[in-house]
């Protein structure tokens, strides 16, 4: 996300705002501002982070990460979240990544 302290920016709003909209088919999902940036919740756990940047990062494990790495995403710090690129924010793969960043929370 960032670090404790830092202004919420514009960015980070209107992604959360946007991921919120795409997510809507999904009941649970909460957002809650964090460190400069948003965490983004179903049913009180953490599936997906952004970034003060406006970056979208979905929660991965060991099986998952390598779809994202083959996507050229990014690991977030130390954090078991990737970059979840434009493209697929603006298509249906989306909510499927969503909901299976969803189970790899609970």
Known sequence: MGQKGDKHTNESQLAAELLLEKLQTIEGVTCKKMFGGHGIFHEGKMF????????????????????????ESVQHSRMPYHSVSDE???????????????????
């Open 48 to 71: 997906s982070i952004i970034d003060s940047k406006g970056q979208v990062f979905l929660k991965t494990n060991d099986e998952t990460a390598s779809k994202y790495l083959e996507k």
């Open 88 to 106: 697929i924010l603006s298509s249906s793969e989306l909510v499927d990544l969503a909901k299976e960043a969803i189970e790899i929370s609970k």
